[in-house]
């Protein structure tokens, strides 16, 4: 598992690395931080064709199952998340919200 959450580590991070960018354009219609912070329930072979990012899905899931996080995570991008309507989502990333979690103040949604 742990060499599975480096990589993926690396997805969330956008590190602009070769590999990085080869197994986040196998995904269509959303990005590789989507996949690995979205709700379990859902098929990531709807989204990716590519069969390290599906392996890589299927392991981190294993591990989510284990540590009981099943659901969605508050740190989901906003841009390139298949759960939010195309919008002015890009425009919201320029200015620093990235992800559910800086919708936040002080810990509480306003």
Aim: contains cysteine.
């Amino acid at each position: 598992w742990a060499a599975n959450i480096a990589m993926i580590w690396k997805w969330v991070m956008g590190d602009g690395l070769t590999w990085e960018q080869l197994e986040a354009a196998s995904c269509k219609g959303t990005s590789l931080g989507a996949l690995v912070t979205a709700s379990l329930t859902f098929s990531p072979a709807r989204y990716s064709r590519g069969p390290v990012v599906l392996a890589a899905l299927r392991i981190w899931g294993q591990w989510r199952r284990y540590k009981r996080v099943e659901g969605a995570s508050i740190w989901a991008p906003i841009s390139n998340n298949r759960r939010f309507v195309p919008g002015g989502f890009r425009r919201w990333q320029r200015t620093g919200i990235r992800s559910m979690e800086d919708l936040f103040i002080d810990g509480s949604f306003p």
